[in-house]
């Protein structure tokens, strides 16, 4: 019962006292208009039903990545391995539907950005904070970065991301730049380990020169790289 009434927030769990009453008052309501007997749907109310304290928070593989980014540390997660991977995913299916899905459009084909104006403020949230997750994962478990390079669409999905470099002039310049900079953080933390490399080059050429090409076009970056 000590858990019950205790506050938590670590990257795989987020419980306190509030979300308790929450559950409590949920559950009482439904037991109070619940006809007597077996009802075939009396569950499908808590489809519905949604803590108030994890309304806007990113949960990625049962880990929620706003936390892990707070503590950067993995002894909460039972298979990073499996969470960095998730990160990827998910970054791909929202920023890049027509490739996750396999959908092709020519029409669509290098709208990164295009498909980044049309989220909502908390998805552009996300998407930042789904950035930071993986660099800071890869930062504490090397393994992660050849888990990025030897991903199905791994490099990919990362190179991609670059189509998000800001725009003189528009509106959506601040946020499409703090992704951008949480984006260079991460290529930073992966070109720091020469197996990358070594696999970046190897698997696709193009994509490590348009690399290239988009740090020396970044006028006055934020990030100094190292590699």
């Known amino acids: 019962m000590g858990a019950l009434n205790e506050n938590v927030e670590k990257p795989t769990k987020i419980w ?5 009453e929450e559950l409590i008052e949920f559950a ?3 037991d109070s208009i619940r006809s007597i007997g077996i009802n075939e749907d009396e ?3 808590v489809n519905d039903f949604q803590f108030t304290a994890l309304r806007g928070e990113l949960c ?3 880990v929620y990545a706003r936390v892990f980014n707070k503590v950067a540390a993995v002894c909460d997660i039972d298979d990073p391995s499996k969470f960095g991977k998730e990160l990827l995913s998910y970054l791909r299916r929202v920023l890049m539907p027509y490739r996750f899905n396999n959908i092709a459009n020519e029409r669509e084909e290098g709208s990164v950005k295009s498909v980044f104006k049309c989220l909502s403020m908390i998805e552009k949230g996300h998407i930042e904070i789904a950035i930071e997750a993986l660099r800071k994962l890869a930062e504490s478990e090397s393994y992660i970065v050849h888990d990025i390079s030897s991903t199905p669409d791994g490099l990919d999905t990362v190179y991609s991301l670059l189509d998000l470099q800001p725009e003189e002039n528009s509106p959506f310049n601040e946020l499409i730049k703090a992704v951008f900079e949480s984006t260079l953080r991460l290529i930073n933390t992966l070109y720091s380990s020469p197996d990358f490399i070594a696999n970046a080059v190897k698997s696709n050429t ?7 090409r988009c740090l020396c076009s970044v006028s006055d970056p934020i990030i100094r790289f190292t590699s």
């Open 16 to 20: 306190n006292v509030t979300m308790r």
């Open 28 to 30: 009482t309501k439904q």
């Open 43 to 45: 569950l499908k109310p």
């Open 60 to 62: 990625v593989g049962g």
């Open 206 to 212: 193009t994509q490590a020169a348009r690399f290239l």
